[in-house]
């Protein structure tokens, strides 16, 4: 499994047939991801930025984080 901007790294290299398929067999909300990435410039920040992050709470331990993360 990718991170969605690495996947729209790979899928910018490849023909238009083949990543017609493989956005037809990803999920909604993953294709939904790789077509908002996709709509920004290929240099641009939006073409490298990554959708994912982890949100801690201020109380969380450390050791907690680090299971979240995990």
Known sequence: ???VDDAVDLIEEMPANVVKRILRQA???TRKEINEI???PEDSAGSIMTTEFVYMKR???VKEC???IR
């Open 66 to 68: 680090l299971e979240k």
């Open 59 to 61: 109380n969380q331990t």
């Open 27 to 29: 999920d909604p909300e």
């Open 1 to 3: 499994e990718l991170y």
């Open 38 to 40: 996709l709509k920004y």
